[in-house]
Nanobody
Framework: VQLQASGGGLVQPGDSLRLSCAASDRTFSSYVMGWFRQAPGKEREFVVAFSLSGGSTYYADSVKGRFTISRDNAKNTVYLQMNSLKPEDTAVYYC?????????????????WGHGTLVTVSS
């Protein structure tokens, strides 16, 4: 599956932004989706993901209560709603897809990655 993330940009602290990730595969609903991010000079880190069953979501502590993941299988798209953005949220955000019953938190669990979209939070 090919993934295309979009929606990044430059925003001020406290602003909101919604990222989208469109998938090319019509079997999109069979993929477990997640979002990761990578700040300059840092390793890629987990942000949020659905559970394998899709019935639960997992959030990094740093974004809990501010970010929300959702998906629209009819549009083959997963979203990341980001509210109350902070400068430390500045990063390239990547959507990722997996089908294996592996940990939702690990980069290595995901087989497919989008190219990323840059989010910059600065006043």
């Amino acid at each position: 599956v090919q993934l295309q993330a979009s929606g990044g940009g430059l925003v001020q602290p406290g602003d909101s932004l919604r990222l989208s990730c469109a998938a090319s595969d019509r079997t999109f609903s069979s993929y477990v989706m997640g979002w990761f991010r990578q700040a300059p000079g840092k390793e890629r880190e987990f942000v949020v993901a659905f559970s394998l069953s899709g019935g639960s979501t997992y959030y990094a502590d740093s974004v809990k209560g501010r970010f929300t993941i959702s998906r629209d299988n009819a549009k083959n798209t997963v979203y990341l709603q980001m509210n109350s953005l902070k400068p430390e949220d500045t990063a390239v955000y990547y959507c990722a897809a997996r089908q294996r019953p592996s940990s939702a938190f690990l980069v290595s669990s995901y087989d497919y990655w989008g190219h990323g979209t840059l989010v910059t939070v600065s006043s």
